[in-house]
C-alpha cells in the first residue's frame, strides 16, 4: 500500500480521506497502516452518509410517520464497508480514490473486522431485516446489545474446537456514534412499596446507565438511512474514592466492573435457554433502556402516551426481548398514570412477536425466585397480566383446568418459572413463525391451547435474506452475468429474477453460468490453501454444509454417509464416482459435549480420508474454521450442493438455504423449515429432497422406532457406524466415538438411523445429476431465477403490511 500517484491526480474524494487521514488518524500517508486507512475510509464514508441520515429522520419527524423498532438480543452484522459502500453506490469512486492513494479496496475490506453480536440465523435474519427495512423506506430502529466480545472466534487444535475471545474492538469502531445523551437509568433488585390502587414506587438496589452507541444502517440506494442503535452499560458510581483511598480497590471500582460484566460477551448459544442471572440481565437491560427511549421519543414528538400503538410498532425477535412487554406496563402504569387496562390494551396493540423454535428446551422460562428478586416490581405485573388472561379465559365455554396451566404465565409443575413465550404471546396483537411448517406446528405443538385462545393471533411470514449482501456483493461474477441477461430490474425487485428462466435452455448462457461458478470456487479454493493449507480441486462437486452444529441439523448424518461413500469407493474403484470435495464449517456451543465430538469427528474422518491414496482424490473433506457471516460470502458463491437435512420438523426456517440456491446450489434437503418453499418456488425436479416428513418423525416418536433394527438391516450404515464406533477414525483414542454411535443405537432422537438410506439414495441421485452436465446446469439457473420471493424485501413488505401498519 505505498505505491502512491502523482498529488496532482488525486481526485477530491482521495483529498478527503487523506485529509481524514491526517486530521482524525493522526497518521500521514508514509506512516499509515492499514487499520488506519481502513478507519479514514469508514470515517469519509460516514461524513456523506451522516446528512442523509439527518435528512430521513427529520423528514421521518415532519411527517409524523409511525416507526417500527426491532427488539434483538443479536444483530450478526458482519463486515459493513462493502455493504454500505455498495448501496451508496459510491463503491467504484471509493476504490478508484483509493487507487490514487495506491491503497486497495478490496484489501481494506478484508482487514475490517466481522461484526459477530450473534449465534447464527436468529442474529443474522435481524441483520438483514435492518437492511430490508432501509430499502423498503421504513422508518425503524433496531435495539441490541453492543457487546464487546461477540461470538467467539473459533480455532481449530488437533481437531478440537477451542474457543477465543473475537476482539472485534480492538482497533475501535469508526461506523458508530457514542450518545451520551440518550442515556437511561437501568434498576435492578430492592423493593416495592405501595399497592396497586395507590402510587407504586420501585426502588432498585442497583442501577446502571444504559448509552446508545448509534450505527447507520445504509438501504439499497441509499434512499434512506436508519439506525441501529446498541446499549452499553456505564456504572453510575465507576470509582467510590472512600473505598480506594482505604486501599480497598477491588470495592472501588466493584460497580465498574459490574457494569461491564453486562455487555461483556453473547452468550454463545443459540438454541438452549442460558439459565445464568447475567443473562436475565442482559436481557432486561436492554430492554428496559430500548422501551425508555421508545417512551421518550412518543412523548416528546406526539404528546401524548395513548397514541403510542398508532406511532410505534415494537417486534420482538425470539422472547428474549420479552420483558418488554411488563417493562412498558410499568412505565405506563407507574410513570404515565394510566390504569392496569388501558395500559394493557396499549401494550397490547404495539407489540409483536416473532418465534423461532419449537424446542421445548430452548423455550425460555426463568426460575421465579430468581425473576422475582431481580425485578420485583415486574413480577407483581406479570402476576397482574396472569390474573387477568386467566380471569378472562375461565368465562369462555370449554376451557378446563389443563388449559389454563398451559395458558398460565407461571409454570407451576415443580420448580415455578416464569414463561417468557406465554408472556410475550399474551402482549402482542400478532405472534409469527418464520416459515409455514413451523407456523403450522406453531398451532398444532407448543401454542395449541394459547391458539386456541387467541386464534387469530398466529400467522406466518417465512424468513428472507436480502439480496444485496447474499448475491450482489458475494457473487458480482453472477450478478453482472444476470444484468446482461435481463437487465437491472431484479436490482430493485429479487421477484424480477423469473425473468432468467428462459436461459436455462440456453447452452451458452449457462456455460457462461458454470464458468462463473467454476470461477468462484477456484477464489474459495485459493483461499482455503492460504488459510489452511488444504488442496482442492475446483473441478469436484463442492459438496457444502455450514451452519451451527446441532445434533438436530444432523451434520453427523452427513459424516456418517461420508464414511459410507469412502467404504463403496475402496470396494468399488471400478465404478464412475464423481468428484466431491465435503466441506463443513460451523461453531458449537462451548458447554454441548456432542456438537463438540462432531467437529472432532469431521476433523478425524477428514484427515483419514485425505491421506488415502487409494481413492485417488475423489473424495476430500474439510472442516474450515471460524464460520462466520464473511466466511459464509466466501463459501456460498462456491457450493455446488446445500446440505439442508436437519429432522423435519427442527428447523424453524433455516436461511443459509435461501443463499445457497440464490447463488446456483442444488439443495439436498428434508422437507424442514423453509425448505418445503423452495421446494415450491424452485420446482421439484430442481431439488433434491429425502427423508421422513415432519408427521412421520412425530409418529416414529410417539412409538415403535427401533434405531438399532434399523442400523443392523442396513449394510452400509451399520458398517460406517461400527467403523467410527471401534476407533477406525480415531486410532489415538478407540473409544472416543463410542458413546456417540451408542446414542444412535439406543434413542436416535434426531432419526440420523432413520433417514440415513433415504439420504445416501438421495446423494448417488445428486451423482447423476452431476454426470448430465446439462441437467445439472439448467436446474442451478432455475434455482437462481425462482428464488426471489426470498429476498428479506418480500418478507419486510408482509410483516410491515400485515403485522406493524406502516405499508
Ligand atoms: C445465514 C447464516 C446462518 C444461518 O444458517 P442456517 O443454515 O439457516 O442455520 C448462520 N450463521 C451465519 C454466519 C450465516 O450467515
Redesign the pocket.
Known amino acids: 500500500m505505498n505505491a502512491q500517484t502523482d498529488v496532482r491526480e488525486r481526485s477530491p474524494l482521495a483529498l478527503a480521506i487523506l485529509d481524514t487521514l491526517v486530521h482524525r488518524i493522526g497518521k500521514d500517508e508514509q506512516a499509515a497502516r492499514p487499520h488506519d486507512w481502513l478507519a479514514a475510509t469508514i470515517f469519509t464514508v460516514r461524513n456523506e452518509i451522516i446528512e442523509r441520515w439527518m435528512e430521513t429522520t427529520k423528514a421521518t419527524h415532519a411527517a409524523g410517520a409511525k416507526r417500527v423498532y426491532y427488539l434483538s438480543l443479536e444483530f450478526?452484522i458482519?463486515r459493513l464497508l462493502r455493504d454500505t459502500l455498495a448501496n451508496w453506490e459510491k463503491r467504484e469512486a471509493i476504490a478508484e480514490a483509493l487507487g490514487q492513494l495506491g491503497v486497495s479496496l478490496p484489501e481494506l475490506e478484508e482487514i475490517e473486522p466481522d461484526a459477530?453480536l450473534?449465534?447464527?440465523?436468529?442474529?443474522?435474519?435481524a441483520a438483514c431485516f435492518m437492511e430490508s427495512l432501509a430499502t423498503l423506506d421504513v422508518p425503524a430502529y433496531g435495539y441490541g446489545i453492543r457487546y464487546v466480545n461477540g461470538m467467539f472466534r473459533q480455532r481449530i487444535d488437533d481437531g478440537w474446537q477451542t474457543e477465543l475471545p473475537e476482539t472485534w474492538l480492538a482497533h475501535g469502531n469508526p461506523w458508530e456514534f457514542e450518545r451520551r445523551e440518550s442515556a437511561y437509568f437501568v434498576g435492578f433488585g430492592g423493593e416495592v412499596t405501595g399497592n396497586e390502587q395507590g402510587h407504586v414506587h420501585w426502588k432498585p438496589a442497583e442501577a446502571v446507565e444504559a448509552t446508545a452507541v448509534d450505527t447507520p444502517v445504509v438501504g439499497w440506494r441509499g434512499k434512506r438511512v436508519n439506525t441501529l442503535r446498541l446499549w452499553t452499560a456505564i456504572s453510575l458510581d465507576p470509582l467510590k474514592l472512600d473505598a480506594f483511598n482505604r486501599g480497598d480497590f477491588q470495592a472501588a471500582l466493584a460497580d465498574q466492573l459490574r457494569a461491564e460484566t453486562l455487555v461483556r460477551v453473547l452468550y454463545p448459544n443459540d438454541s438452549t435457554a442460558a439459565g445464568q442471572e447475567l443473562r436475565l440481565r442482559q436481557e432486561y437491560f436492554f430492554s428496559s433502556a430500548s422501551i425508555q427511549d421508545i417512551v421518550r421519543r412518543h412523548v416528546q414528538y406526539f404528546g401524548d402516551i395513548r397514541t403510542l400503538p398508532d406511532k410505534a410498532a415494537i417486534q420482538l425477535n425470539d422472547t428474549h426481548p420479552a420483558v418488554s412487554v411488563a417493562e412498558l406496563m410499568r412505565l405506563l402504569i407507574d410513570h404515565h398514570d394510566l390504569g392496569f387496562d388501558e395500559a394493557w390494551g396499549i401494550t397490547q396493540r404495539t407489540f409483536g412477536y416473532t418465534n423461532h423454535t419449537l424446542l421445548p428446551e430452548a423455550l425460555e422460562s426463568w426460575p421465579l425466585p430468581l425473576f422475582e428478586r431481580l425485578l420485583p416490581r415486574h413480577m407483581q405485573l406479570v402476576y397482574a397480566i396472569n390474573a387477568k388472561l386467566l380471569r378472562d379465559l375461565r368465562r369462555q365455554p370449554g376451557v378446563d383446568d389443563r388449559a389454563i396451566a398451559a395458558v398460565s404465565l407461571i409454570d407451576e409443575g415443580g420448580e415455578r418459572r416464569v414463561r417468557m413465550a406465554n408472556l410475550a404471546f399474551a402482549g402482542s396483537h400478532s405472534v409469527n413463525g418464520v416459515a409455514a411448517l413451523h407456523t403450522q406446528l406453531m398451532k398444532s405443538t407448543v401454542f395449541a391451547d394459547l391458539h386456541r385462545v387467541f386464534p387469530d393471533r398466529i400467522n406466518n411470514k417465512t424468513n428472507g435474506?436480502t439480496p444485496r449482501r447474499?448475491l450482489q456483493e458475494c457473487n458480482p461474477g453472477l450478478t453482472a452475468l444476470i444484468r446482461e441477461a435481463i437487465g437491472d430490474a431484479f436490482l430493485d425487485g429479487a421477484d424480477a429474477l423469473t425473468a432468467l428462466a428462459p436461459f436455462a435452455q440456453d447452452a451458452a448462457f449457462t456455460e457462461r453460468f458454470a464458468a462463473i461458478k467454476r470461477s468462484n470456487k477456484v477464489a474459495l479454493a485459493e483461499h482455503l490453501k492460504e488459510a489452511m493449507g488444504l488442496r482442492i480441486d475446483p473441478d469436484a462437486l463442492f459438496d457444502v454444509q455450514?451452519?451451527?452444529i446441532h445434533e438436530y441439523?444432523r451434520q453427523l448424518l452427513n459424516i456418517i454417509e461420508t464414511v459410507a461413500l469412502y467404504d463403496q469407493i475402496r470396494s468399488h474403484p471400478e465404478r464412475e464416482w464423481t468428484p466431491r470435495v465435503k466441506l463443513f464449517a460451523?461453531k458449537a456451543a462451548s458447554s454441548y459435549h456432542n456438537a463438540r465430538l462432531i467437529i472432532k469427528l469431521a476433523n478425524d474422518v477428514a484427515r483419514r480420508i485425505n491421506s488415502d491414496p487409494s481413492i485417488g482424490g475423489l473424495l476430500k473433506v474439510a472442516f474450515v474454521p471460524n464460520?462466520?457471516?464473511?466466511?459464509?460470502?466466501k463459501m456460498?458463491p462456491a457450493a455446488d450442493l446445500s446440505e439442508?437435512i436437519s429432522t423435519a420438523g427442527m428447523?424453524a426456517?433455516?436461511?443459509?438455504?435461501?443463499?445457497f440456491a440464490l447463488n446456483g446450489a442444488l439443495t439436498i434437503g428434508t422437507l424442514d423449515?423453509a425448505n418445503i418453499e423452495i421446494k415450491d418456488h424452485v420446482g421439484d425436479e430442481n431439488i433434491v429432497i429425502f427423508g421422513l416428513t415432519a408427521d412421520e418423525v412425530a409418529a416414529k416418536r410417539a412409538g415403535g422406532y427401533d434405531p438399532r433394527a434399523v442400523i443392523e438391516g442396513s449394510a452400509e450404515l451399520s458398517q460406517a457406524v461400527n467403523a467410527i464406533a471401534s476407533g477406525v477414525f480415531s486410532p489415538d483414542d478407540p473409544a472416543r466415538y463410542r458413546g456417540l454411535m451408542a446414542g444412535l443405537y439406543d434413542h436416535d432422537w434426531f432419526m440420523v438411523a432413520a433417514d440415513f438410506d433415504s439420504y445416501a439414495a438421495a446423494q448417488r441421485d445428486v451423482d447423476a445429476r452431476w454426470s448430465d452436465t446439462a441437467g445439472w446446469r439448467r436446474a442451478t439457473v432455475l434455482n437462481v431465477a425462482n428464488m426471489g420471493w426470498f429476498s428479506s424485501d418480500r418478507t419486510i413488505a408482509e410483516y410491515a403490511r400485515e403485522i406493524w401498519g406502516v405499508m
Not at 653 to 659: I, Q
Open positions: 450478526l458482519g459477530a450473534g449465534n447464527g440465523g436468529l442474529g443474522r435474519l435474506i447474499w455450514i451452519k451451527r441439523k460451523g464460520y462466520n457471516v464473511s466466511l459464509a460470502e456460498v439442508q428447523e426456517s433455516g436461511t443459509g438455504n435461501m443463499k423449515g
